[in-house]
């Protein structure tokens, strides 16, 4: 892997490279058509659900008033979308077991 606790789009190749055996063209070519198969779904307003992984979600946040933390004024923040990732059941238990 590229850095401690990082996966990168080069390591998904790789592994796609050792345990599929495409070549190292088509397994870059595959993860970057994936990836921009889920970008491009969430462009249009999709979630995207990965079954065993998680769902990526799109929420539409109304406009609210924060406050400045160093001056106290409050200030208008714009409504906007965020994306927000929802673990899978599966990966809940994936990822405790391995705490």
Same mark, same amino acid.
């Given at each position: ?5 990082? =996966?990168?789009? !080069? *390591?998904? !190749? /790789? ?14 070519? =595959?993860?970057?058509?994936?990836? *921009?198969?889920?970008?491009?779904? =969430?462009?249009?307003? /999709? ?10 979600? =799109?929420? *539409?946040?109304? /406009? ?31 990822? !405790?077991? /391995? !705490?």
């Amino acid at each position: 892997m590229a850095g401690e606790g990082t =996966l990168t789009r !080069a *390591d998904l !190749a /790789e592994s796609l490279h050792k345990n599929v055996g495409l070549s190292k063209a088509e397994s870059s070519k =595959l993860v970057e058509s994936i990836l *921009d198969h889920m970008s491009h779904a =969430l462009g249009r307003g /999709e979630n995207v659900k990965i079954s065993g992984f998680g769902s990526f979600l =799109l929420r *539409d946040k109304a /406009e609210r008033i924060g406050r400045n933390p160093k001056t106290g004024i409050e200030v208008p923040i714009a409504p906007r979308r965020v994306l927000t990732f929802r673990a899978s059941q599966m990966m809940r238990e994936r990822i !405790a077991g /391995e !705490a």
